[in-house]
C-alpha cells in the first residue's frame, strides 16, 4: 500500500505553477545570457564551472585513452622498428636544419642590431591533449587540458604540425578553450608566402576566407597563407592555409576561399606557444 | 519484443535519485567524449535526451528546474553563451509537462515522434537565442541531430527502462 500519492497525482499540488517556474527561469536565463553575451561580466562564474566540470572531462576520455595504449601496445614490433629508422633519419635532418636555423638566427639578430630593429619575442611551447570539441555548431572551439597552471594565458597561440590550428580564448585552471581560425570571430594576419602581399584571413564559423583583396589581385589555386606577425601576436611565417579557388563577382573585392592545413582531426595533441615575456596583448 | 508492445508501466512509488543523478552523469560524459569533428553535426544532445526520459516517467522528480541546471551544465561545457541551453532545456520540458500524461502511456515507437519535435524545440530555441547573442551564421544541418537524437531514443528507453524497472524488485 502506499502511504503518500506521488506529487504529480495530488489533485492541489503546493509550490509554484509548472507556468509560472517556467517565466522565473526564462527571465533568469535572459538576465544571465545578456550579462555574458553583452557585458562579459560572468569569467568568474565560468572558471568555477569549468573547473567542477573537469573531473568529468577527464573520465570522458578515459576509456579513449585506454583504448589507444592498448592499441599501442599490440603495435607490430616490425612496424615500430622502421618508424624509429624513419623517425632517427627525420632527427638527423632536423639536426642539420637546426645547425643552419643557430646561424641565421645569429646573422638574423646581428643584422637586426645593424638597423636597430625590436627583436623578436621568444616563445615556450607546451604540448596539450585536446580534451573535447563542444558540438555547439555557433562556436569552432576546442578544449585543451592545460590552462593557468601551467602559465597559458589568453592570446596564446596554438599550432599543430601541419600549421596553425588557433588562439586561447578562455583560460580556466586546468583546461583552456581554443577558438579555431575558423571561428566566426577569428581573424588572422596573414601574407601570401608567393608575391608576399598581406591580407586578412576571416573565420566564416563552418571555414576560412580572404577578404578585401582586389578582384585584380595576383591569387593562384593552392597560394600558401603564412602568419605575417604584423600584430605582434603570432610570430611569422607559421603555415596557417592553402587557397582552394577565388571568385570574381561584380564588386570590387574578391571573394577567395581557403583550405587550413593544420588538422586537429588528424592526432589529438597540439602545441601551445605562450610569449616568453608577460605582455598585455588581447585576444581578438 | 517490449519495445512494442510493453508491459504496463506501475506508477512507481519509491525514490530513483540515485538511478537518475547517475544516468543523468553518464549522459553527460557521452556528451563530453572526444568526437570526430566531421561527424559532431551528428552527435545527439544525450543528456537532454535522459532528461526528457525522466521528465516523461518521473515527472515528480526532474522538472523545469532541473532541466534548467542541467542546461547550464551543458553550457559551461560547450562553451557556448550562459543560458543558451539552460533556456533551451527549460523551454523543453515544460512542453514536455504539457503532454507528460499522454507520453507516459504511449509505447516508444509513439513516443518517437513526440522527442523529435521536442529536440526541435530545443535546437529552435537555441537557434533563437544565438541569433540573438550575436551570432549570425547558424549551420542549418546541424538540426538533424534532432533526428539521430530520435534514433538514440529506442536504444536510450530500453536502457533506461530496465534500470528503472529493475530497482523496485531488488528493493522489495
Same mark, same amino acid.
Given at each position: 500500500?502506499?502511504?503518500?500519492?506521488?506529487?504529480?497525482?495530488?489533485?492541489?499540488?503546493?509550490?509554484?505553477?509548472?507556468?509560472?517556474?517556467?517565466?522565473?527561469?526564462?527571465?533568469?536565463?535572459?538576465?544571465?545570457?545578456?550579462?555574458?553575451?553583452?557585458?562579459?561580466?560572468?569569467?568568474?562564474?565560468?572558471?568555477?564551472?569549468?573547473?567542477?566540470?573537469?573531473?568529468?572531462?577527464?573520465?570522458?576520455?578515459?576509456?579513449?585513452?585506454?583504448?589507444?595504449?592498448? +592499441?599501442?601496445?599490440?603495435?607490430?614490433?616490425?612496424?615500430?622498428?622502421?618508424?624509429?629508422?624513419?623517425?632517427?633519419?627525420?632527427?638527423?635532418?632536423?639536426?642539420?636544419?637546426?645547425?643552419?636555423?643557430?646561424?641565421?638566427?645569429?646573422?638574423?639578430?646581428?643584422?637586426?642590431?645593424?638597423?636597430?630593429?625590436?627583436?623578436?619575442?621568444?616563445?615556450?611551447?607546451?604540448?596539450?591533449?585536446?580534451?573535447?570539441?563542444?558540438?555547439?555548431?555557433?562556436?569552432?572551439?576546442?578544449?585543451?587540458?592545460?590552462?593557468?597552471?601551467?602559465?597559458?594565458?589568453?592570446?596564446?597561440?596554438?599550432? +599543430?604540425?601541419?600549421?596553425?590550428?588557433?588562439?586561447?580564448?578562455?583560460?580556466?585552471?586546468?583546461?583552456?578553450?581554443?577558438?579555431?581560425?575558423?571561428?566566426?570571430?577569428?581573424?588572422?594576419?596573414?601574407?601570401?608566402?608567393?608575391?608576399?602581399?598581406?591580407?586578412?584571413?576571416?573565420?566564416?564559423?563552418?571555414?576560412?576566407?580572404?577578404?578585401?583583396?582586389?578582384?585584380?589581385?595576383?591569387?593562384?589555386?593552392?597560394?600558401?597563407?603564412?602568419?605575417?606577425?604584423?600584430?605582434?601576436?603570432?610570430?611569422?611565417?607559421?603555415?596557417?592555409?592553402?587557397?582552394?579557388?577565388?571568385?570574381?563577382?561584380?564588386?570590387?573585392?574578391?571573394?577567395?576561399?581557403?583550405?587550413?592545413?593544420?588538422?586537429? +582531426?588528424?592526432?589529438?595533441?597540439?602545441?601551445?606557444?605562450?610569449?616568453?615575456?608577460?605582455?598585455?596583448?588581447?585576444?581578438? | 519484443?517490449?519495445?512494442?508492445?510493453?508491459?504496463?508501466?506501475?506508477?512507481?512509488?519509491?525514490?530513483?535519485?540515485?538511478?537518475?543523478?547517475?544516468?543523468?552523469?553518464?549522459?553527460?560524459?557521452?556528451?563530453?567524449?572526444?568526437?570526430?569533428?566531421?561527424?559532431?553535426?551528428?552527435?545527439?544532445?544525450?543528456?537532454?535526451?535522459?532528461?526528457?526520459?525522466?521528465?516523461?516517467?518521473?515527472?515528480?522528480?526532474?522538472?523545469?528546474?532541473?532541466?534548467?541546471?542541467?542546461?547550464?551544465?551543458?553550457?559551461?561545457?560547450?562553451?557556448?553563451?550562459?543560458?543558451?541551453?539552460?533556456?533551451?532545456?527549460?523551454?523543453?520540458?515544460?512542453?514536455?509537462?504539457?503532454?507528460?500524461?499522454?507520453?507516459?502511456?504511449?509505447?516508444?515507437?509513439?513516443?518517437?515522434?513526440?522527442?523529435?519535435?521536442?529536440?526541435?524545440?530545443?535546437?529552435?530555441?537555441?537557434?533563437?537565442?544565438?541569433?540573438?547573442?550575436?551570432?549570425?551564421?547558424?549551420?542549418?544541418?546541424?538540426?538533424?541531430?534532432?533526428?539521430?537524437?530520435?534514433?538514440?531514443?529506442?536504444?536510450?528507453?530500453?536502457?533506461?527502462?530496465?534500470?528503472?524497472?529493475?530497482?523496485?524488485?531488488?528493493?522489495?
Amino acid at each position: 500500500m502506499r502511504s503518500r500519492p506521488p506529487p504529480h497525482l495530488t489533485l492541489f499540488p503546493h509550490g509554484l505553477s509548472a507556468g509560472a517556474k517556467l517565466l522565473l527561469y526564462l527571465l533568469t536565463s535572459i538576465l544571465l545570457i545578456t550579462a555574458d553575451a553583452r557585458f562579459h561580466v560572468l569569467a568568474f562564474l565560468r572558471t568555477t564551472g569549468n573547473t567542477l566540470l573537469y573531473p568529468i572531462q577527464v573520465t570522458a576520455q578515459t576509456p579513449w585513452l585506454v583504448i589507444r595504449q592498448m +592499441d599501442t601496445f599490440f603495435t607490430r614490433q616490425q612496424l615500430l622498428l622502421a618508424e624509429n629508422k624513419q623517425l632517427h633519419q627525420q632527427a638527423i635532418n632536423f639536426q642539420i636544419d637546426a645547425w643552419q636555423l643557430q646561424h641565421v638566427l645569429q646573422e638574423n639578430q646581428q643584422l637586426r642590431a645593424l638597423l636597430a630593429l625590436r627583436n623578436r619575442q621568444s616563445l615556450v611551447s607546451h604540448a596539450a591533449a585536446i580534451l573535447s570539441i563542444p558540438r555547439d555548431p555557433y562556436q569552432r572551439q576546442i578544449t585543451i587540458d592545460i590552462g593557468s597552471h601551467a602559465g597559458v594565458r589568453a592570446g596564446a597561440i596554438a599550432v +599543430d604540425d601541419s600549421g596553425l590550428v588557433g588562439q586561447v580564448t578562455q583560460v580556466y585552471p586546468f583546461t583552456s578553450q581554443i577558438a579555431l581560425i575558423s571561428d566566426k570571430d577569428e581573424t588572422t594576419p596573414v601574407q601570401i608566402q608567393r608575391t608576399g602581399e598581406h591580407a586578412i584571413l576571416y573565420g566564416t564559423g563552418d571555414g576560412i576566407e580572404l577578404r578585401y583583396l582586389p578582384n585584380h589581385a595576383d591569387i593562384h589555386q593552392g597560394d600558401r597563407l603564412i602568419t605575417s606577425g604584423l600584430d605582434g601576436l603570432y610570430p611569422a611565417g607559421l603555415p596557417v592555409a592553402t587557397i582552394t579557388g577565388s571568385q570574381s563577382n561584380s564588386q570590387s573585392f574578391a571573394h577567395i576561399d581557403c583550405h587550413q592545413l593544420a588538422n586537429i +582531426d588528424r592526432h589529438n595533441h597540439i602545441l601551445v606557444l605562450i610569449p616568453d615575456a608577460p605582455r598585455s596583448g588581447t585576444p581578438h | 519484443m517490449p519495445i512494442l508492445a510493453p508491459p504496463a508501466t506501475a506508477i512507481p512509488t519509491h525514490h530513483h535519485g540515485t538511478t537518475i543523478a547517475v544516468s543523468l552523469l553518464l549522459a553527460m560524459v557521452c556528451n563530453l567524449l572526444p568526437w570526430r569533428i566531421d561527424w559532431l553535426w551528428l552527435r545527439p544532445d544525450f543528456l537532454l535526451l535522459v532528461t526528457l526520459y525522466w521528465a516523461i516517467y518521473r515527472p515528480d522528480q526532474i522538472g523545469v528546474g532541473h532541466a534548467w541546471w542541467l542546461g547550464l551544465v551543458e553550457d559551461f561545457a560547450d562553451g557556448a553563451h550562459l543560458g543558451q541551453h539552460a533556456l533551451a532545456y527549460a523551454v523543453t520540458i515544460y512542453a514536455v509537462g504539457l503532454f507528460q500524461r499522454r507520453l507516459f502511456n504511449f509505447p516508444p515507437w509513439q513516443q518517437a515522434l513526440p522527442v523529435l519535435v521536442f529536440l526541435l524545440i530545443d535546437e529552435i530555441v537555441n537557434l533563437v537565442v544565438a541569433t540573438f547573442a550575436g551570432d549570425s551564421r547558424t549551420p542549418l544541418y546541424y538540426a538533424f541531430s534532432t533526428v539521430t537524437g530520435m534514433l538514440c531514443w529506442f536504444v536510450l528507453w530500453i536502457i533506461l527502462h530496465q534500470l528503472h524497472n529493475k530497482a523496485p524488485h531488488e528493493k522489495s
